[in-house]
Nanobody, 127 residues
Framework: QLQLVESGGGLVQAGGSLTLSCSAS???????????MAWFRRAPGKKREFVAS????????YYADSVEGRFTISRQYADNTASLEMHSLTPEDTAVYFC?????????????????WGQGIQVTVSS
């Protein structure tokens, strides 16, 4: 079974930057490889929302309008991770960020498309 572990969260001042990483691991090489990966977030009192996704090839990325131009998602194949670089952070970016993955190589923006999720990591942006 695929496992996802997020890292890199924390507290940052408004206008600052932070990079989240999601490490994907399989229990054995006989299990399916990771396809597309994505980041979602859930702010206090709000529903979980899409942030960004990247295809298996790394050539297709989708972004939520609220983060377009400020966030960048990428794949690192050497260690099977996906990173989310976040710049110009605002207090509205404060949320628990979740990494998600699926076997299908095509990136999507729908949470129901992803069948493996990380535990989530807190990002807090102070004003």
């Amino acid at each position: 079974q695929l496992q996802l572990v997020e890292s890199g969260g924390g507290l940052v001042q408004a206008g600052g930057s932070l990079t989240l990483s999601c490490s994907a691991s399989r229990r054995s090489t006989s299990e399916p490889s990771v396809g597309a990966m994505a980041w979602f977030r859930r702010a206090p009192g709000k529903k979980r929302e899409f942030v960004a996704s990247v295809s298996w090839s790394g050539s297709v990325m989708y972004y939520a309008d609220s983060v377009e131009g400020r966030f960048t998602i990428s794949r690192q194949y050497a260690d099977n991770t996906a990173s989310l670089e976040m710049h110009s952070l605002t207090p509205e970016d404060t949320a628990v960020y979740f990494c998600a993955a699926r076997i299908n190589p095509a990136a999507t923006m729908s949470s129901s498309s992803y069948d493996t999720w990380g535990q989530g990591i807190q990002v807090t942006v102070s004003s």
